[in-house]
Structure formats: C-alpha cells, structure tokens
C-alpha cells in the first residue's frame, strides 16, 4: 500500500489497530491480516474525507443572487437565502443580492455580466429572470468566467445553466386546472388566467398545462387571459377589469403569478367576489387573502428548500460538494384556509 499523508498513529487510533499493525500494512510489509489491510483502508478514507471538511470549513463561497422580480418576492427570496446559509456545510456561504422589478432583458443580463467583476470574485449566481437569449448568453458568459448558474422558480432555455432549482411549473398547472374544474363542475363560463410576465418560462409552462388540463377536464371551457404587467396590484387590476367588461361571465381565476391584491379587487367591483380563484405562493399577499377566503387555495412551494436545493447545487458545480448538480423541481402544496403551515398561521 502506498504511503499517505496521515500519521501512523492517526490511522491506528481511527482503525483501530495498533501502530505496529498499521505501520506493516502501510508498507507492505506480511503479517498483515485481510481484515487489518480493509480496516487500514477505510481509515484512510475517513481520514481523507475529513481533511477535506476541515479544509472547505475554511473556505468562503460567494454566490451573488440576481432577480428580476416585485418587492414582496425579492424580500422573500432575501429571507429565505439568509435563512439556508448557515445550514450549508462544510464551508462559509455568503450572498449578494443584485435586485430588480420589471427590468429590461437587456438591463438583467447587464446585472448578470457584472458578476464577479470589479475584483469581487463570485462561485456562483442564482437567477430569477426573464426567459430572453440577452439573458441566456449572459449565463453563457458568466459560465466562461467559471461562475455557473441555478435558475430559481422559472427557467431559462439555452442558457447552459447547471441546474433548476423551484417548483415543478407544469404540475401546478395542471393541480389548478384540476382544482377549478373540481370547483365548478358543470357550471359554465370562461376562466381568467392571469400572467405576471409572459417572459418568464415558470409561468409559461403553468399555463400550457392549466389550458392542456382543462380541456381534458373540461372541454369547451374557454380560457381568457390577462396580465403581463410584472405583478403590479394597480396594473393587474385594470388588465383583470377591462377582461371583465368584455366578459362580465368568468366563474374562475387561476393567477400564475402576483398581483392578486389587484385581481381581487377588479372581481369585486365586477360583482364576482366569491368565485373559484387560485393562486400561487403563501407570500404577505396572498396569506391574507387565503385567510379571508378571497383566495380558494394556494399552490405553494417552500421557497427556503428552493434556495437550499439552489445554493447545495452551486457547492456541487464547484466540486465543493459531492455529486453532479442536479434539476430538483418540488411538488406544488395545495393550501386551503384550514391548512395552512404552522409557521405562517401567526
């Protein structure tokens, strides 16, 4: 066996044996049993594995977290980023946050290509943006400077990402279709759907697969559509209300994003307060709104496994961690009134 950088007497107390064992084994020398040469051998191995721990305990990680998101997002993806960073072992993760509201393709890929730029070195970059080819080839480019990427919440096609962090866009499409048509049954009438951003790839496969699941489900139901205003209460809820003076007949609302403050009020002015409406996250909109019934259910994910799932695979692609970096959609949670978290219901 070769010689290690562990002492003997290191690897005599981890396996076991004695030092004179351990040493005739080390050198290949005979008298060694089968067993001791196997004891030898895990020991090393545990040796080796925490020399690397206590190395990487000394290390720092900077992952800087972009989004191009509303404010009540940014503030929880803030709190949930801050909230997985001490869970992460073996090394010190820190994070930066770069954020913007309903910025131009353009504008994000600018925040992108400013990473790890200006001497701050960066290991990492976890994004939230719009699904653009600016976007893309900034991803591209970063991944040249050797910082890869995790897309949270929505993707980013061709991007060479590492990995996809969020929830799994096409299951929650399909649970809302099922939950509406459940709800209605045969009562007829179209759907509104609302949209925070039609550039954002999450919500574009939450809708192909509402529409796809509900024409299974309910065939000839029409789905009407609204939004594309970055989630903005005021915005959606004059994009939800000119729908509704077209169509005073809407017995549903699926939103795939935010805004639902605004969408509930058009529907109360409309005179529709009341009717099947679902939404997406448990943030401090849409408890309220949950609890006072105005929202039916909430599809929710929990964003703080998001970001741990999202910050273990950045460790991963830096070899910090063992194993590939790996895509880890997360089942959408139907939430109800009566089943709300514990940790939410203060």
Do not use: C
Request: charged share 20%; glycine share 10%; net charge positive.
């Amino acid at each position: 066996m070769a010689r290690t950088g562990h002492r003997v007497r290191d690897v005599a107390e981890q396996s076991g044996l004695s030092t004179a064992t351990v040493d005739r084994v080390l050198h290949g020398r005979t008298g060694a049993s089968p067993r001791a040469v196997r004891a030898v051998e895990q020991a090393l191995l545990e040796l080796d594995r925490q020399a690397t721990q206590l190395r990487l305990a000394r290390r720092t990680v900077f992952v800087d977290v972009v989004l191009d998101a509303p404010g009540r997002f940014r503030d929880a993806v803030r709190d949930a980023t801050e909230e997985a960073l001490p869970s992460l072992r073996p090394a010190t993760v820190r994070a930066r946050f770069r954020m913007g509201g309903g910025e131009s393709p353009a504008a994000v890929a600018a925040l992108v290509d400013a990473v790890g730029t200006g001497g701050r070195v960066s290991h990492g970059l976890v994004l939230k943006a719009p699904d653009d080819p600016l976007v893309a080839a900034a991803v591209r480019r970063a991944a040249d400077r050797g910082i890869p990427t995790v897309t949270l919440v929505t993707d980013l096609a061709g991007s060479g990402r590492v990995a996809y962090a969020g929830l799994d866009n096409a299951a929650a499409g399909a649970t809302a279709a099922h939950l509406l048509t459940s709800a209605l049954r045969d009562r007829p009438g179209p759907v509104l759907a609302t949209v925070s951003h039609r550039a954002f790839l999450g919500e574009q496969e939450r809708l192909v697969a509402f529409e796809r699941r509900l024409a299974a489900d309910a065939p000839g139901r029409e789905v009407l559509r609204a939004g594309d205003v970055h989630g903005a209460d005021d915005a959606m809820a004059e994009a939800v209300a000119a729908v509704l003076a077209r169509r005073p007949d809407v017995v549903g609302v699926y939103s795939m994003g935010g805004g639902n403050a605004g969408t509930a009020a058009a529907l109360g002015r409309a005179g529709l307060a009341g009717i099947p409406f679902v939404g997406h996250d448990l943030d401090a909109d849409n408890l309220p709104l949950l609890r006072s019934g105005v929202l039916t259910a909430v599809l929710h994910h929990d964003l703080r496994a998001d970001l741990r799932t999202a910050l273990t695979q950045l460790l991963r692609a830096q070899h910090l961690l063992p194993g590939a970096p790996t895509s880890v959609p997360s089942s959408p949670q139907v939430v109800t009134p009566w089943n709300i978290p514990p940790r939410l219901r203060g």
